[in-house]
């Protein structure tokens, strides 16, 4: 049942909360945290790859992609494709961005897996990816029949705004764990820093709440923009 609001004002506020959130952690990592690197003596440099690839993928991608059969004005088969190179990308950034955790953690002699964050982390990329493929196989190519179609939609939007949940929960998580961390090393719990890391995850929960609104909202046209395209 959709929510009796029209989907283009939320899928806009939806973009811009996107970019918000975006440039929050790039003036965390870049500002407070020295930037990104995959190779340096610094590792800490290494682990910022972390959060900003995970945001960028899985939360601000993972976002758009869903939101793109609201937002987009053009065909069925166009928006299917945007939806589905969206979601890939924000796999393969995602992947990435956890490869860069454990190299961080393994340069630095940090155990790995032993925080609910990694758990639900590996949960999650696990759970978008056979998503993915499935949607692949099933809506894009070869093609499921018709009938398998129509009953895997409801599955897989529900299962999809699911993993988007745990995503966006995950991300809180593991912005309270980073920033608790850095807290027992001394970084001052009232600073700037702080107060940015807390508004970040902040402005990135009302994001994930603007996408959930634009999936349950009314399209400008139903029959060109429903799930029910697929």
């Known amino acids: 049942m959709a929510l009796g609001v029209p989907s283009t004002p939320l899928t806009f ?45 899985l939360i601000i991608l993972g976002g ?6 609201k937002s987009l ?21 995602g992947i990435v961005g956890i490869c860069a955790a454990f190299k961080n953690h393994n340069e630095s002699g940090i155990a790995n897996l032993y ?28 093609k499921g029949s018709p009938g398998l179609r129509s009953d895997s ?13 745990l995503a966006v929960g995950n991300a809180t998580l593991g912005f309270l764990e980073k920033l608790t961390f850095l807290e027992s090393s001394g970084l001052e719990k009232f600073g700037s820093e702080a107060f940015l890391v807390n508004f ?22 139903e029959d060109d923009h429903s799930y029910s395209e697929i």
């Open 200 to 221: 970040t995850a902040l402005v990135t929960i009302v994001f994930g709440v603007f996408v959930i609104f634009s999936v349950i909202s009314q399209a400008p046209v």
């Open 64 to 69: 758009e992609a869903i939101i793109s059969y």
């Open 13 to 57: 506020a939806a973009h811009a909360l996107g970019v918000a959130v975006l440039v929050l952690v790039l003036v965390w990592s870049l500002h407070f945290r020295g930037g990104f690197a995959w190779e340096a003596t610094n590792k800490n440099l290494i682990f910022n790859l972390h959060p900003f690839l995970m945001v960028l993928g």
């Open 73 to 93: 004005p053009l065909r069925k088969e166009v928006k299917k494709l945007v939806h589905l190179v969206l979601h890939a990308i924000a796999l393969a950034l």
């Open 153 to 165: 939609i409801p599955w897989h939007v529900i299962l999809g705004l699911l993993i988007y949940v």
């Open 115 to 142: 925080s609910l964050h990694s758990w639900i982390g590996i949960g999650v990329i696990s759970l978008y990816g056979i998503q993915w493929i499935y949607g692949f196989l099933v809506f894009f190519y070869p």
